[in-house]
């Protein structure tokens, strides 16, 4: 169900041409016109028949906040896995449509994608989604100590900047550790850095920009509409009635309501 209206695997695989062309052209449209100082990218799992098998298949999505302040879906491309080639396909594909000033990339930790990241958009800093980030640290900590240990994490990542949280998540590591919860220290440790890029922008925006749920919502949204659809008879009906979604979404529900003042990013490029 996408628009309200059940739809039969049959109608699926038999989409007209003219619906293909126009998802294809939207898809595949110049990115150059505005800069993209923001961009949300996240994947989503959908399953497709193939063989006679059942199988995941990835659909990569970007999400970028223009100049202007503004949402934008970016672009989506089938990706055989969330991997270092599926990303750097997916990256050079936005920038060879012209994605430029991205100053920050959001996402979870997939496989591949800071490689991807830095090997094409070199320079461009990364923010880790930080409520990936909890859940990767929740993990390794019994379920009697999960609220203290989520406690301790949201201190991190209230203090007033960069410096402030980092020594708090120093302060944090040795509590854990004391604890007992050594591999949840380790993971405090190695990722805690890449989960406060944010702080390095204006404090206006920290908000929005240090978690991926902008994506995540709409992954969620994507999810629920083609539930009942089921295995998809092939990737490019998969990747074609995401797109549908993509599209209805932005233009009905973002509309052109602004979602982030990029004054505030402009004020501190000059003070730089």
């Known amino acids: 169900m996408l628009w309200g209206d059940k739809v039969s695997?049959?109608?699926?695989?038999?989409?007209?041409?003219?619906?293909?062309?126009?998802?294809?052209?939207?898809?595949?449209?110049?990115?150059?016109?505005?800069?993209?100082?923001?961009?949300?990218?996240?994947g989503i799992f959908l399953k497709r028949c193939w063989g006679g098998q059942v199988e995941n298949i990835s659909v990569l999505i970007a999400i970028g906040v223009n100049s202007e302040g503004h949402r934008e879906i970016l672009g989506a491309a089938e990706g055989l896995k969330e991997d270092f080639a599926s990303w750097r396909n997916f990256l050079i594909h936005l920038k060879k449509r012209g994605l430029s000033g991205v100053r920050l990339f959001i996402g979870d930790k997939h496989l591949g994608l800071l490689e991807s990241i830095n090997d094409i958009f070199g320079g461009v800093k990364y923010q880790r989604c930080t409520v990936h980030f909890y859940r990767n640290v929740l993990s390794a900590v019994p379920r009697g100590q999960a609220k203290l240990v989520t406690s301790m994490l949201k201190a991190i990542h209230s203090q007033e900047d960069f410096e402030a949280a980092k020594t708090k998540s120093n302060d944090i590591i040795n509590k854990l550790k004391a604890l007992k919860l050594t591999k949840a220290a380790k993971t405090v440790a190695d990722g805690i850095d890449e989960t406060l890029t944010y702080m390095l922008f204006p404090s206006e925006h920290w908000r929005q920009i240090r978690t991926n749920n902008t994506l995540e919502r709409l992954n969620r949204?994507?999810?629920?509409?083609?539930?009942?659809?089921?295995?998809?008879?092939?990737?490019?009906?998969?990747?074609?009635?995401?797109?549908?979604?993509?599209?209805?979404?932005?233009?009905?529900?973002w509309g052109e309501r602004l979602y982030l003042n990029m004054k505030h990013l402009m004020d501190t490029s000059e003070d730089n």
């Open 9 to 42: 695997p049959g109608t699926i695989s038999n989409l007209n041409k003219k619906a293909y062309e126009n998802i294809e052209k939207w898809r595949n449209r110049s990115l150059s016109e505005l800069q993209y100082p923001y961009v949300f990218v996240d």
């Open 221 to 253: 949204e994507v999810k629920r509409r083609t539930r009942s659809i089921g295995a998809f008879p092939d990737g490019e009906s998969a990747l074609m009635l995401v797109c549908a979604r993509l599209r209805y979404v932005a233009g009905h529900d």
